[in-house]
Nanobody, 112 residues
Framework: QVQLVESGGGLVQPGGSLRLSCVTS????????MSWYRQAPGKERELVAI????????SYADSVKGRFTISRDNGKNTMYLQMNSLKPEDTAVYYC?????WGQGTQVTVSS
């Protein structure tokens, strides 16, 4: 049974940083690309970043490029999203995704 558990969200001021984690189980994590999505209130869920199976290739939405970094530790079956220089527009629920399966999400709120 595939399980994805996000954590690390919270309330931060503009310009602050957070590190999100996605702990996985139920599949061979090291074989698959993984991705982070987010959904803000009243908006569609959007792709934030993608990482290949080995972790050597990444891509980002233009809105987060240069501020966010996706990474993974295949030995821990865990994916991360380091978020720096956060903006109020980054406020959303952030989700881990594996081949169409979603975690429950973690709330990120950026506000003064």
């Amino acid at each position: 049974q595939v399980q994805l558990v996000e954590s690390g969200g919270g309330l931060v001021q503009p310009g602050g940083s957070l590190r999100l984690s996605c702990v996985t189980s139920g599949f061979t994590f090291s074989r698959y690309a993984m991705s982070w999505y987010r959904q803000a209130p009243g908006k569609e869920r959007e792709l934030v970043a993608i990482i290949n199976s080995a972790g050597g290739s990444t891509s980002y939405a233009d809105s987060v490029k240069g501020r966010f970094t996706i990474s993974r530790d295949n030995g821990k079956n865990t994916m991360y999203l380091q978020m720096n220089s956060l903006k109020p527009e980054d406020t959303a629920v952030y989700y881990c995704n594996y081949r169409g399966t979603w975690g429950q999400g973690t709330q990120v709120t950026v506000s003064s």
